[in-house]
Structures are given as structure tokens and as C-alpha cells.
């Protein structure tokens, strides 16, 4: 799969695609997407969207669900959810980059709109939310900047509102990379060029929402991936890679924002609330729009949990926060999951415990590990390596059971969050603190007493298994939850 179209060919061929047509791009498409991605249904292709000519589409509700997360991957739609966190992070410690493959043409380049032909508004681009402060072209986007002073090339998921025919604004949160690269462009007095792609390989789109350190490149680790280098194609003006077979690219300049900033925002979060309200961000001045003939526009918009926004399987936590905490040296971590909003709010470690302190060692650490977005890692929770960590029932019964609140509860204060927290008060709002406290529950059996901690009253793994084996027919089609791997 190469792009987009061959990935909306693999869901339709599985019949989990679904055409919607004449649906308005006012509130309709973004209340049609909510309303299926609550139900977990197929994905949507919007067309002959009101006001739009035939063929100018929208494609949404791709990303929330285990289908299309797995597809864009490539994991077994038989693997487990923590079996897939594992793979990820396995694949992240193999990694050898292949870099991307420049080429001089590709499906982008079908148009190439300049001056004033550009316009933005040619795209139906939808009001998502009731209270969105305008029409989000950049949902399920990924913007590529180049730091200045290495020459390395980033791209990221921030998302993109549309301010005039010309002119887009975008939010990227403090500490991500797009923020630190632009703002080297304007300390210099300097406009960051910048690439914005609004459809692509949703490979690409994955990984840009990644948490990669600096200086990985994306395109690197999508060739890795592959298994092939990514095709690009510069842009003449901004000097930018931009992928060959991407639906709608804009590339421009963003000047620095005493020159140029607008209002943007609210608009629907992540978190399920409309927090950061309306903030003065900064512009991209468009030179050149690409798009594909019949373009596709891929939406990706949040919609309150419990759906997920971001991926249902959280590889974008978990697997980085596991490997982190095995590179640092934590012995015995049998699985490390994250639950909540977005799948990045409430981590969960299994462990074996194999000395006293060992638990809150690794708690500690991983609360210092899953910082730098709003409330992420806002829970640290420890568990025994009987405990399934991507099974949240389960998780909440060892919390219930094995953790004394008066002492094995710790509230830190002071960690990063983002303007996005919804639990920042309006002071510390106003004085842009934007810092949480993160719990640290130790849902550990005590390690002093751990060997005198009540057995528990579950069959073992021998006499289930024979159980299962002798009375095969009562069992027959009566099957475990499929996300979770039961080991005991
Ligand atoms: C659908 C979606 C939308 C996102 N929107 C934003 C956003 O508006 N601003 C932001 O700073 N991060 C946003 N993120 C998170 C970033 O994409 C993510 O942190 C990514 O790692 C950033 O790339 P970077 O590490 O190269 O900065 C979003 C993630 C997803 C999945």
C-alpha cells in the first residue's frame, strides 16, 4: 500500500468502508463521523459534498478503530492489543533508517496552483464541532518542517485551521518539534518554510503522530517500515519533501508571529472539551497548493472519549514508554499498556517485583518518561505480573485490592502538561502554568509481605487447560475477550 486509495481499496474489499453522499460540510460530516466512530462502524467516504463538485471527497472514521490502526501498521488483525505494543516497540529497537527517495513526479503534481489560483476553500474542508472557531483542513494532517541547523526533516500531527484562501494557522503544543524548528526560523528573524499534507499513506499519517526523539527522521522510519525508501518530491520554493503520492499538499512560509498571527480555536480536543478556547497562533502563507485530481481529504478529528482519537492500540505510549524503561535499565517489566483519553493519560506497568522498591523505581521513572502533552501520564499505576495491563478491568481489581491508599498512593506536583489540560484552572491558566501533578498508585501486592498476600481464587493455568480440553463442545464459540492474551 502506497497511498491512501490503496488503503480505502483494502477496507471497501472488506466491506468496512461506507459512501455517503450530499452531506453538508457544516456540522453534518464531522456529526455523521461522531456518531459512526461511536458506534464503531466503517470508515466514511463523503462525496458530492454541498456546494463541492463530484469527486472532491472526505474520508474519515479510518483511525478509530483496531481495523484501520492494524492496516496502516501492517500488525495480524489476530494479534492482541499489548502482543501489537510489544511488536512496535521490538521493530523500534531493530530500526536502520531508510531514507526517503526523491523523484520529479508522482500523483501529486496532477495540480500545481500558484498565486492566485490558490485557494483553499476549493477543498470541503468541514466544521467538525459545534463551537469550532472555523473549518479544520488539518485533522488527520502531517506537517513537515526542516530544523535549520542540522538539515533534519520532521513531520508531525498539529492541527490546521483554514483563515483565508491563502492563509492557514497552526497549533502545535509547547516542547513538539515543529514549535522549537520555527521558532529557530524567527529568532533569526527568518519565516520557517513549511509543508502541510492533508491526505496521505496512512502509514505517514501514523507515524507523524508519533512521539519520535529529536532527530529521528519520519521518513526514515517509514521506509524502515516499508522496507523501501518513501517517494518524495521536493517543493521548488520552500525546498521541503513532500510525499509523491500525497491527495493535498500546501507548502509556504510562516512568518514570525509579531509579523502575523491570527485567532484560532476553540476547537474539539482530544481530551473531550474545548479547552485551550481561542489563542492568537501563528500563519502559514501558502505559495504553492498540490493536489491530486478528485483529491481526498483525510479527516481525523477528535471525538469524545471514550472514543479514541488518537489510536485505539497505544502504540504511540506504550511501546515508547516499555522501551524506555527497559533502555534504562528496569529488570523484569512484563508489559506496559495506557489507558484513558487518547490512550496516553493513565500508564500501567506489570512487573515482577524482584526487590523492595523496585516498583516505585519503575513508577518514578515513568512518570518522568510520559510528559510533554496535556495531562499525559497523569497516572502511573504499578501492577503484579498476574495482572494484564492492557485489560483495565482487571488492572482496576489489582488497584482495588492490593494498594493500601494511605500508603501507596504518591501526588507529585510540578510536571509539564499543555494549554489543552481541561483541569488547568482559569489562574493558573492566565499565568500559563501549565503544569500537573501526577499520581503514582502502587497496585503491587506489598513487597514486605508479598509471600503472605491471599492467594488467589482463580483455576490455575494446568486445570484450565484440561478443563477446556475435556469439555471442548460446551466451549465451542464461547471465546475470551479478543483484545486481551490471558497467560494464567
Ligand atoms: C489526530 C491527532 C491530532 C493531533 N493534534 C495535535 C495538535 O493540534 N497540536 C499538537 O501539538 N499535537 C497534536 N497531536 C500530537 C502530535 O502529533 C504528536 O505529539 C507528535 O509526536 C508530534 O510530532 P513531533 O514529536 O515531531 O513534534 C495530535 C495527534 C493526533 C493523533
Not at 472539551?273 to 478528485?294: I, M, Q, W
Request: with cysteine.
Amino acid at each position: 500500500m502506497d497511498d491512501l486509495r490503496d488503503f480505502l481499496e483494502v477496507l471497501k474489499n472488506q466491506g468496512k468502508l461506507r459512501v455517503v453522499n450530499n452531506a453538508d460540510w457544516d456540522l453534518e460530516i464531522g456529526t455523521i463521523n461522531e456518531l459512526m466512530a461511536e458506534r464503531q462502524g466503517p470508515g466514511l467516504i463523503f462525496d458530492n459534498i454541498k456546494g463541492y463538485p463530484q469527486g472532491f471527497r472526505v474520508v474519515t472514521n479510518l483511525m478509530h478503530h483496531r481495523v484501520g490502526q492494524k492496516l496502516a501498521f501492517g500488525f495480524p488483525e489476530e494479534m492482541s492489543d499489548l502482543e501489537c505494543v510489544a511488536n512496535w516497540k521490538d521493530k523500534l529497537n531493530k530500526f536502520t533508517p531508510i531514507p526517503p527517495v526523491e523523484v520529479t513526479d508522482g500523483p501529486i503534481k496532477q495540480n500545481v496552483l500558484t498565486k492566485d489560483d490558490i485557494d483553499i476553500y476549493k477543498i470541503p474542508t468541514p466544521k467538525w464541532h459545534t463551537l469550532d472557531g472555523g473549518r479544520y483542513i488539518g485533522t488527520g494532517v502531517i506537517t513537515i518542517t526542516r530544523d535549520p541547523d542540522t538539515g533534519w526533516v520532521n513531520f508531525g500531527t498539529y492541527r490546521v485551521m483554514i483563515q483565508d484562501k491563502t492563509t492557514l494557522s497552526f497549533y502545535v503544543s509547547p516542547g513538539k518539534h515543529a514549535n522549537i524548528m520555527r521558532e529557530k526560523y524567527w529568532a533569526k528573524n527568518k519565516s520557517c518554510p513549511v509543508a502541510m499534507c492533508f491526505g496521505q499513506d496512512m502509514l505517514l499519517f501514523g507515524i507523524s503522530t508519533l512521539p519520535l526523539p529529536w532527530g529521528m527522521s519520519e521518513y526514515d522510519l517509514a521506509g524502515y517500515i516499508k522496507g523501501k525508501g518513501i517517494e518524495v518530491i521536493v517543493d521548488e520554493e520552500t525546498g521541503l519533501p513532500i510525499p509523491a503520492t500525497a491527495e493535498i499538499v500546501a507548502c509556504g512560509f510562516s512568518p514570525p508571529p509579531e509579523e502575523d498571527s491570527r485567532s484560532e480555536g476553540p476547537f474539539g480536543e482530544w481530551q473531550g472539551y474545548y479547552a485551550t478556547g481561542k489563542l492568537s497562533e501563528p500563519v502559514v502563507h501558502v505559495r504553492t497548493l498540490y493536489h491530486r485530481d478528485n483529491p481526498i481529504l483525510f479527516g481525523q478529528p477528535p471525538v469524545k472519549p471514550p472514543v479514541n482519537t488518537w489510536f485505539p492500540i497505544p502504540i504511540h505510549s506504550a511501546s515508547y514508554l516499555w522501551n524506555r524503561l527497559e533502555k534504562s535499565g528496569m529488570m523484569d517489566i512484563k508489559g506496559v499498556y495506557v489507558h484513558g483519553p487518547g490512550n496516553r493519560v493513565i500508564a500501567v506497568i506489570s512487573l515482577k517485583q524482584r526487590y523492595l522498591g523496585h516498583a516505585k523505581q519503575v513508577a518514578t521513572l515513568a512518570g518522568a518518561f510520559l510528559q510533554g502533552g496535556a495531562c499525559t501520564g497523569r497516572y502511573i499505576i504499578t501492577v503484579d505480573d498476574d495482572i494484564d495491563p492492557s485489560n483495565f478491568d482487571e488492572v482496576m481489581w489489582a488497584v482495588c485490592t492490593r494498594c493500601d491508599p494511605e500508603k501507596y498512593i504518591d501526588i507529585v506536583p510540578g510536571f509539564l502538561t499543555s494549554p489543552l489540560d481541561p483541569i488547568l484552572n482559569p489562574d493558573k491558566r492566565e499565568r500559563e502554568n501549565y503544569t500537573t501533578a501526577k499520581v503514582f498508585i502502587n497496585a503491587c501486592r506489598p513487597y514486605h509481605w508479598k509471600d503472605k498476600f491471599p492467594p488467589v481464587n482463580t483455576a490455575g493455568p494446568e486445570l484450565k487447560k484440561s478443563i477446556l480440553k475435556k469439555w471442548k463442545d460446551l466451549f465451542e464459540n464461547v471465546s475470551l475477550p479478543t483484545n486481551h492474551i490471558i497467560t494464567r
